[in-house]
């Protein structure tokens, strides 16, 4: 692990001979004074070299377990790249990805497989989100599924072409990098064998430091080899680099300088990692702890004595680096679960629609603006995990794709029916209109009664006709009320008589302003408002002073007495039904008309409310605070309806009474 540069070196005084006399006996010692001193060092060097081989082969053990934790942390660095790179490309449009794809083209060497992948992945799920698009718009425009055939797309003929030439660079990148590494690495095994003859060389130890120091920077310049040999070549360099070290009989100086230095340089990469432990950014300082290690692996050796101290800082940083690389990692995959979490519960939402209660055009429409609203949802989630993220959308364009099919059917089959519901209301606007003159005043009122209720039992048509038809149909009818009320003249002193009844009603109720709370009184109020109620018509010119005296003094009742909120709001629609039967029956069959609208408009609004309690997930804080809230708008949907329940029965108690009299 030595990669000390010549300029590291430091110069010696004498020159080459001196350098001799540092490592040899001097050649002028009789022979007998030399042998035993020559005996004693080469004892000496053996066992230093043995010591020295010991800690190499733990310093050896310890490097191939760091590049396995190294490798772990580049597999697990790269899935988090390929996950970022993901989702960058998932936010380009289709001419920013056939933008991208033209510059690749000009130089594929500045791009990897990775990004032309997703670029190729993301292009065709905008490309199928657009037909799919198309599609949609032709059901609802009422085509058929086997019909629909998708509009060419321009952009898919040039992302081919691109994608034609970017393939066939590659190819030829691809085959001439492998010729590079298959080169390099016949180099490297040129290096290794020289190496070979160096350590096995008995000349000049300077020249052959020098060699050595050499073919090591021949060795780093070369770079790309056959990843599959890239580790035994390695361990083969390594290997003689250590045995050239520890037979070499060069200067101490040489071999105590080049140690001080790596041990300098292995200083400040400990320093290095310590210092990335600070950064906020992990993946970074995760990414820039791998350069680290490299140049600590290529870093020479230090004096044995300090190499598992400096190698256990070096280690414990990065120790503590890769934890929390790991935990960063793991927060990233629970987040990720998280919003597969979420995604699988709006699947499970829309495919637990009830379609057997999706009954009316407003209940579908209101259904289509929640899956409208959860697409809308499902777009504010990040991504699920890698493996799940295409099966999940999957699974939720399946279901938004069975719902909007459903729909389509409906819509046709119901179109249908408002064609046969619009022919059925016209021949009775026909029939009313030919009824209308007519001066046979019980046997027509009966009639037309009849017509109106055969009226109400035929279903809705299309907004376009419905309202035209509608005033055409209640115009002939007011029509023959009106006449049939100035035919009947008796109905002036009638109406002069319930005045004064009306009046007397207001006089007893002035009384009862004095008087103390109590149940006798509250049921007085009641009765006289019921007798007010049954009272017919008064005159025209009266009728509106007369009800605005009542009004007021009934407020004041209700105020005094503290009568029910629910009670007061009937009396006052009682009161104002009342008011409307002066102007014709018709006002108060068009208000019972409305008060039935109202009436299914709510109980249809329960049913959906009802649809969705039924499948909404309460485990989820979100899900349990949703239900309460639907919990609440129910309870609400039920007391209006009954309210609108007992509004029509006082309408229909009200015609019943009219009937009688036109009898």
Known sequence: MTDTQ????????????????????????????????????????????????????????????????????????????????????????????????????EDVSKSSKAEIDSLKQNFYRL????????????LEGGGNEEDFVPTPDADEDVFKQVMAVVKEKRSQLNAEEEKEREKNYQIKLAIIEELKELIESTGDPNKNYNEFKKL???????????????????????????????????????????FKKNLEIKTRLCEAAEKLLDEEDVVAAFHHLQKLHQEYRDTGPVAKELRDEIWARFKAASTQLNKKHQQYFEKQKEAEQENLDKKTVIC????????????????????????I?????????????????????????????????????????????????????????ERVEALKDSKEWKETAEELVKIQKEWKSIGPVAKRYSDALWKRFIAACDYFFEQKGEATS????????????????????????????????????????????EVGHVPFKEKDKIYEQYRALVDKLHKTFNLSMASKKINKFRAAVSKAQET????????????????????????????????????????????????????????????????????????????????
């Open 216 to 258: 090591q920077q021949q060795w780093h310049e070369v770079t790309l080899i056959p990843l599959t040999k890239a580790n035994e070549l390695w361990k083969n360099y390594q290997m003689y680099v250590e045995k050239f070290y520890d037979l070499l009989k060069l200067n101490n100086e040489f071999r105590e300088y080049d």
């Open 490 to 533: 008796s109905k002036r002193s009638v109406e002069g008589e319930n005045l004064k009844r009306k009046k007397a009603i207001i006089e007893e109720l002035k009384e009862l302003l004095n008087k103390e709370e109590s149940e006798e009184n509250t049921q007085q109020i009641h009765k006289l408002m019921a007798e007010w109620n």
């Open 6 to 105: 010549d300029t590291n070196l430091p110069k010696m005084e004498g020159g080459l001979e001196d350098v001799k006399q540092a490592v040899e006996v001097p050649a002028e010692a009789p022979v007998e004074a030399q042998e035993p001193a020559v005996v004693e060092e080469a004892v000496a060097e053996v066992k230093a070299t043995v010591e020295e081989a010991v800690a190499d082969v733990v310093a050896e053990e310890e490097a191939v377990a760091e590049e396995a934790v190294a490798k772990e942390a580049a597999e697990a660095q790269e899935a988090l790249e390929t996950a970022a790179l993901n989702e960058s490309v998932h936010k380009l449009t289709k001419a920013e990805i056939l933008d991208r794809l033209k510059e690749i083209a």
């Open 373 to 429: 609203a959860l697409q809308n949802k499902w777009k504010t989630i990040g991504f699920a995990p890698q493996k799940m993220n295409v099966k999940i959308f999957e699974r939720f364009r399946g279901a938004c794709d069975e719902f909007f099919k459903k729909k389509s059917e409906y819509f046709k089959a119901a179109k249908a029916r408002m064609n046969e519901n619009l022919e059925k209301k016209r021949a009775l606007v």
């Open 348 to 371: 499970e939402i829309v495919e637990g629609i009830d379609y057997s209660k999706l009954n009316g055009f407003q209940a579908w429409d209101k259904m289509t603006q929640e899956i």
């Open 127 to 138: 490309h199928n989100s657009e037909v799919e698009a198309a599609k949609h718009a032709f």
């Open 584 to 663: 014709g029956i018709q006002a108060v069959y068009r208000e019972r008309e409305k008060l039935v609208r109202n009436y299914e408009n709510l109980l249809s609004e329960l049913h959906t409310y009802e649809n969705n309690f039924g499948f909404l997930n309460a485990t989820s804080k979100s899900g349990s605070s949703l239900l309460t809230e639907l919990s609440k708008k129910m309870d609400k949907l039920k007391t209006e309806i009954e309210a609108a329940k007992e509004k029509i029965r006082h309408i229909d108690e009200d015609i019943q009474k009219e009937n009688e009299k036109a009898e």
